[in-house]
């Protein structure tokens, strides 16, 4: 039976994991590279979600630095390089919820985490996700030796906060824990003995045919351990 280690309380999701990570360095990248980058977080954007309006969006920033750049020399160049930064930098900052949906709720969830001890609760365990993802990033003997991602194995102590080894995990277990129907679950296990073990939680939505809905559940709870 899972025991969880006893723990002081966590700090916010908010401040959780890389203080780059979900996007935070999109606009690091628009304003050291003085606009000249701007084009780069909305490609990733657009390469993360898929959807048409951000490839579009990505589309219409990489012209413009096109368009910018065949302006060199000209009197007005400084002015569109500097509008760029000032809005690429801006809307680099108001797409992160749409990369990421769970920033829209994270602030809202925080303000009620002191009165509603469930939402305490699974502020924690988001929290306990991202300290695992970075331990099995940081050392993934230790990750395997702990257990992280494996539900399924008996006498587990560590508590990651509910995320499953898409590499290793039975298709039941990644079922249980992404919420996903299982022959869902099931897809990604075959996928994984056909091909290379997944690099990233992202390269199994490149092989197997999961409904988009369900990208941010097993982004959320997934993890891929190397082998």
């Known amino acids: 039976m899972n025991q969880p280690v006893p723990r002081q309380a966590p700090p916010s999701p908010l401040r959780a994991g890389s203080w780059l990570g979900r996007g935070r360095w ?66 680099s900052v108001l797409i992160r ?48 030796e702990l257990g992280i991602g494996r539900p399924d194995l008996p006498g587990r102590r560590y508590d990651d906060g509910g995320l499953v080894d898409l590499n290793s995990a039975p298709a039941q277990a990644i079922a249980a824990m992404c919420g996903v129907d299982l022959a869902v679950a099931e897809q990604i296990a075959a996928a994984r003995s056909v091909t290379a073990p997944f690099m990233t939680v992202d390269d199994v939505f490149s092989v197997v045919d999961v409904p988009y809905h369900l990208w941010d559940r097993i982004r959320d709870r997934g993890i891929v351990i190397p082998a």
Not at 115 to 138: I, Q
């Open 26 to 91: 999109y606009p690091f990248v628009v304003v050291l590279s003085l606009g000249i980058l701007t084009f780069v977080p909305f490609v990733h954007a657009a390469t993360r979600t898929r959807r048409p309006l951000m490839v579009l969006t990505a589309a219409l920033y990489t012209a413009a630095v096109v368009v910018l750049f065949m302006s060199t020399g000209q009197t007005y160049f400084g002015g569109l390089l500097f509008g760029l930064l000032i809005i690429g930098g801006v809307h």
């Open 97 to 144: 919820p749409y990369v990421w949906p769970s920033l829209r709720h994270d602030a809202a969830a925080e303000t009620m985490a002191g009165s509603d001890p469930a939402v305490a609760a699974v502020l924690a365990s988001r929290n306990r996700r991202a300290e695992a993802r970075a331990l099995a990033a940081g050392d993934p003997q230790m990750a395997r």
